[in-house]
């Protein structure tokens, strides 16, 4: 007999659900959660993914974040070119070649790509070196240069303190290449730095693989950004939470505590990975 050949079985928001409120008691058989049902029973899932995490068992998956590092700006003041090595909202202290503080946001660039700007007060400047990564990492294992589509050539990672004391922080120098080195930001989680500063025509592909954690669950009929190992065990434990905001009967909420206990038990136990991480924003 012709089996799936697929392995990548998941569940619409609205069918977990669903299948949680049956768990739970609130809707019978032939029924169908209404919205305000649906909506008591999203919110318990979401509190049940943000607790975990806080108790230290967070569902997690391994997955990647690609990005291009973005272009620099380049500007003219006082007849001399300058490259932005820090993003930042113009002020009279940034003013390149001026303002107290000039030296750590520009830099002068004798070879400008392109044709600068004249600098201008109050106005965003940004910087190839700068990249924000999303929220949802809680751990940075591997970055790479993605070079063509089966090429990837690995990039140092090394921590924000040896970069901030090393002389890759006075970002000066450029590549048109690959950068060699990468760094996140221990007291801004999203922020990350890329060394040696990319030429504006750098064109290859970064990619950052790490221990993400899942996005929230906000509609209906979205796909649930979990992996299916864990589904059971979120299944009745939020299931369990909803029995008890709608005063389910205490004979229903026995059967459903003992299944959420023996699930959790199992999860924590074969979820050996999350032991080895530090699942702490801002600490890779």
């Known amino acids: 007999m012709a089996t799936s050949g697929t392995y990548d079985f998941n569940m619409t928001a609205s069918t977990f659900l669903d299948s949680v409120l049956r768990l739970a008691g609130v809707v019978g058989e032939g029924e169908n959660a209404n919205a305000s049902q649906f909506s008591i029973a999203m919110e318990a899932l979401n509190l049940q993914l943000h607790q975990l995490e806080v108790n230290d068992v967070p569902i997690w ?6 990005f291009k590092p973005q272009q620099s700006n380049y500007v003219t ?3 001399v070119d300058y490259r932005c090595v820090k993003g930042h909202t113009s002020a009279s202290d940034t003013e390149p070649g001026v303002g107290d503080l000039w030296e750590g946001y520009w830099v002068a660039d004798i070879d ?18 700068e990249i924000s990564i999303p929220e949802r990492f809680y751990d940075i294992l591997i970055c790479t240069t993605l070079q063509n589509s089966s090429n990837e050539v690995n990039v ?4 924000f303190d040896i970069y901030t004391s090393s002389t890759n922080s006075k970002r000066t120098s450029l590549v048109a290449t690959i950068p060699t080195t990468i760094t996140f930001d221990n007291k801004l989680p999203n922020t990350g730095y890329i060394y040696p500063q990319p030429l504006n025509s750098f064109d290859s592909t970064m990619r950052i693989y790490g221990i993400l954690k899942p996005e929230d ?21 939020v299931a369990l939470d909803i029995a008890y905001s709608y005063g389910r009967d205490s004979e229903t909420i026995q059967l459903l505590m003992k299944q959420a206990s023996y699930f959790l038990d199992e999860y924590k136990k074969s979820n050996r990975e999350y032991t080895s991480h530090n699942f702490t924003k801002g600490a890779y």
Do not use: C, H
């Open 61 to 66: 998956k391994r997955d990647f974040y690609e």
């Open 77 to 79: 003041n006082n007849s």
């Open 112 to 129: 400008p790509e392109g044709t600068p700007t004249a600098w201008a007060l109050a106005t965003d400047y940004i910087t190839s070196i």
């Open 156 to 159: 140092n990672i090394i921590p």
């Open 217 to 237: 669950v906000d509609a209906n009929s979205q796909n649930m950004d979990i992996p299916p190992k864990y589904l059971n065990m979120l299944r009745y434990n």
